[in-house]
Every structure is written in C-alpha cells, then in structure tokens.
C-alpha cells in the first residue's frame, strides 16, 4: 500500500506565476488536509476535503488560495499570482472514511518563489 | 480553536539517555494527541498517539503521558539513538475536530553519540 503521494516535490516559481501542488491519498482514504510549513516553524492547518467536497477551509487565505478534491484523481491546492511569502514547504495528508481520524503526511512539496 | 505550544524548541542528549518534550493545550475539549516525527526533507511521520480515556501508553521505547487536568501531554524517548535525532511534533485537534490538527511549534532532538 503506497502512502501519500505529492507531487512535485520541489517547485520553483516567479513571483506572479501559478503553482499548482498534487496529492495523492493513501488507497482506501476519503480524506486530505493540506499544511503549510514555514522554516523552523511547525505545520498550520490549511483546507480538509473529501470527494469533490471542501469540509473545513479555516486555514485557507482567502485570496489566490484554492483547492479541489475532484471524484477522479489527485487533490490539488493552487495558488495563483505566487508571491515570495508564498514560499514554504505544502505537507498533505490523508486519513480513513469516518471513525478513524490518524492523519498520514505525504514528504511535501517544497515551493520556492523566485 | 485550539493553542499548542511546545517545549524545548531544541534538546540535545548523549545517547542512551532520555528525552521528554511537553506540550500544553488550550481546548479542555480536546481529546486526541497524536506525535509526529519529522526527518529532514521528509513529511511528518506518526510515532504514536494518545486517546483522551488513558493517562499513558506506550510502544517500545516510545511512550506518551496525557494530563487533562492540566491539559498537557508529554513525549518520552528512551535509551536514545542517533536515528532519533528528528524534529517532533504534538498535535490537537481544531476547533474541537480531531480530522483537522494544530501543530507545536516542533522540537529539534539531536542525539549525541
């Protein structure tokens, strides 16, 4: 059973471009988070979905900051118009369908913008 | 929503000897508290957790004490390894939802052969 996957796992983008981040959940998962970590710091919540649903975004800024969960494939967390405070490493995570809430990470994408 | 905070921020140990990390909580509603071990360049790796209806559990030489009166919760490492040498992490849940997590601020354990 392969754990969390994401890709890529680094990105390097100029201020103003787009940066679009992929998650893969753990077989049998229905649940991914997205954190974000800033350097010597510890992870901050961002979004929780399920399928084709956002369940908790709290986390989230509200401008620039999007992401999906769709029936089909990865779970994405896009950031539009990037900016050098944009910059940190993105951990998703994946959890099992309702009663079992242990979160596993995926190693992280680490953006870096330009 | 919840606040962790997490301490020492570094913490060196010859090895073989042991190691805590406290954490306190602010949500007295709280009642899981997992433990993740973060390598460098890698993601956060879950060592053990604790259910708020058990003071302690343990596993080897890992184990995690939990006072909810007080509202802390506790790491102990023994007979430390060199392979420990990690940034660990305690969590609680959000908002009072153990499917979304608030981290402390990390811990840097190097252990000292």
């Given at each position: 059973n392969a754990g969390v996957m994401q890709n890529p796992r680094h990105l390097v983008r100029r201020r103003g471009q787009e940066a679009r981040l992929r998650c893969s959940p753990m077989k049998g998962h229905s649940h991914v988070y997205w954190y974000r970590q800033l350097p010597e710091e510890g992870l901050k919540f961002m979004v929780y979905l399920q399928k084709e649903n956002?369940?908790?975004?709290?986390?989230?800024?509200?401008?620039r900051f999007s992401a999906e969960f769709p029936k089909e494939g990865p779970s994405i967390l896009r950031i539009q118009q990037?900016?050098?405070?944009?910059s940190a490493a993105y951990f998703c995570a994946s959890s099992p369908p309702a009663g079992r809430e242990t979160q596993y990470f995926g190693p992280g994408t680490r953006l870096l913008v330009l | 929503g919840e606040n962790v905070e997490q301490h020492p921020s570094t913490l060196s140990v010859q090895e073989g000897d042991s190691a805590v990390i406290k954490c306190t909580y602010s949500?007295?509603?709280?009642n899981y508290f997992p433990w993740y071990k973060q390598e460098l360049g890698k993601g956060s790796q879950l060592i053990i957790d604790i259910r708020s209806n058990v003071g302690e559990k343990k596993d080897q030489r890992i184990a995690v004490t939990l006072n909810k009166t007080a509202k802390h919760f506790s790491l102990h490492i023994t007979e430390?390894?060199?392979?420990?040498?990690a940034v660990y992490f305690c969590a609680a849940p959000h908002s009072g939802s153990a499917r979304q997590l608030t981290f402390g601020s990390g811990t840097q354990l190097t252990v000292l052969p």
């Open positions: 956002i369940i908790d975004e709290s986390g989230m800024p509200k401008e990037v900016v050098r405070g944009d | 949500d007295s509603a709280s430390t390894q060199p392979e420990d040498s």
